[in-house]
């Protein structure tokens, strides 16, 4: 399968990748990218008939909890400390026109 990996298919890699390569550097992501599809094709050849499919190798659990309100609404005290307020809002400076 290295064979479908040619200077043009380096080329449009290299523009994805916002990536200037040089003529060396080609050549060896080339001969990269042509083993890797080698393996790949090597590992295609393997019986997975008896294996099941899983995303991880160790087992995962959701690790999420339930959402919870712990605090209840403390606008009014927290707008104690604004130096400023409107209608239960800080007021700020403007930072642009």
Same mark, same amino acid.
């Given at each position: 399968?290295? +064979?479908?990996? @040619?200077? %043009? *298919?380096?080329?449009?890699? &290299?523009?994805?990748?916002? /990536?200037?390569?040089?003529?060396? %550097?080609? %050549? =060896?992501?080339k001969? $990269?990218?042509?083993?890797?599809? $080698?393996?790949?094709?090597? /590992? &295609?050849? /393997? $019986? !997975?008939? &008896? #294996?099941?499919?899983?995303?991880? #190798?160790?087992?995962?659990? @959701?690790?999420?909890?339930? $959402?919870? #309100? *712990? @605090?209840?609404? !403390?606008?009014? =005290?927290?707008? !104690? +400390?604004?130096? %400023? =307020?409107?209608?239960?809002m ?5 930072t642009?026109?």
């Open positions: 399968m290295a +064979n479908i990996i @040619n200077d %043009e *298919t380096i080329e449009y890699v &290299g523009i994805l990748a916002k /990536l200037e390569l040089s003529d060396e %550097e080609k %050549e =060896q992501a001969s $990269d990218m042509g083993r890797m599809l $080698d393996y790949i094709d090597k /590992l &295609g050849e /393997l $019986d !997975t008939s &008896g #294996v099941e499919p899983m995303s991880h #190798v160790f087992p995962v659990q @959701n690790v999420f909890r339930e $959402d919870e #309100v *712990t @605090n209840k609404d !403390t606008r009014e =005290q927290l707008l !104690t +400390n604004a130096p %400023e =307020q409107k209608d239960g800080f007021m700020v400076p403007k642009f026109d």
